[in-house]
């Protein structure tokens, strides 16, 4: 049988959100970029894409010091 500590659930779902979020946040930020018109969307990609770094930053750091 497959023994799952707490730690490794936790870091698991955190890693499948992420990837879940980094998902959406390529496609919306792709749909601005070529499908947006004038240089107002693209700006908004470019903060969402440094906000996603900075949140996947954060998130990562306080999962893997869940002890």
Known sequence: MIDITLNQSLLLITVLFLLGYWIGIFLLTYHLIRFGV???PRII???MIIGSVILTTISMMLSLTIK
């Open 38 to 40: 004038g240089r107002q």
């Open 45 to 47: 990609a470019f903060i």
